[in-house]
């Protein structure tokens, strides 16, 4: 079965400095791996997505993230946070088995400094 | 991408009394999920929706206490049985689409159980 870590609960960056949250992975095999936003009281949005391929994928609003296969992570990036950017982030894993379910880490809060 | 329709959006209900979730979904899709999400928590999967055959439940969670319907390809409902307050939680219905962007999920049903 797959898991997901999110090692840090909160994290907390000025505006216009840099980003990067991290997340860990298990699974046995190529995972499909995932990032989304939940702003206070909204929905999740999709920021990106691995499937294959190139291993740094590029999402919306300027976020990247690489996979790294030997270390089991899948670190979310940003070069320049801006104060809309406040939110909670979600990684999550699915395993293309036969189960096709996606798995979510706990989570990061991102509060972003004037 | 698909289009689901969750309803109600957000409901209060007594203590011991049950409450159905539909979801709705534009498009035939073959992976159905539902989740909830609790009150500062991530998003934590109950169970896949298999058509016309009994739901597939993650442990921690059991069909007395969230029976699943998936009566067709595009329809599902989740009923949390006898309330506490305990069960005041978001929940929300995914699908995945092969081939597509990966997972959609629903605005979510906010339930809270007084």
């Known amino acids: 079965a797959q898991s997901v870590t999110q090692p840090d609960i909160h994290i907390t960056v000025s505006e216009g400095a840099s980003l990067e949250l991290r997340c860990n992975y298990s699974?046995?095999?190529?995972?499909?791996l995932f990032w989304y936003v939940q702003s206070p009281g909204q929905g999740l949005q999709l920021l990106l997505k691995?499937?294959?391929?190139?291993?740094l994928v590029q999402g919306i609003k300027g976020f990247e993230a690489e996979f790294k296969r030997s270390q089991s992570s899948f670190n979310l990036r940003k070069p320049s946070v801006h104060w809309s950017d406040a939110a909670e982030y979600f990684c999550a894993v699915a395993g293309m088995d036969s189960s096709y379910k996606l798995i979510f880490g706990s989570g990061t809060r991102l509060l972003v400094r004037p | 991408s698909a289009v689901i329709s969750q309803k109600p959006s957000r409901d209060i209900c007594q203590r011991g009394t049950s409450l159905t979730i539909q979801c709705q979904v534009d498009?035939?899709?073959?992976?159905m999920f539902w989740y909830r999400q609790q009150p500062g928590q991530s998003l934590t999967l109950i169970a896949t929706a298999n058509q016309g055959s009994e739901a597939t439940y993650e442990s921690g969670f059991v069909i007395d206490k969230f029976p699943i319907s998936r009566p067709n390809l595009t329809f599902s409902t989740l009923t949390v049985s006898n309330m506490s307050p305990e069960d005041s939680s978001i929940y929300l219905c995914s699908v995945e689409i092969q081939g597509a962007d990966g997972y959609t999920f629903g605005s979510g049903t906010r339930l809270t159980v007084v």
């Open positions: 691995y499937f294959s391929g190139d291993t």
């Open positions: 699974y046995g095999a190529t995972p499909y």
């Open positions: 498009s035939q899709v073959t992976m």
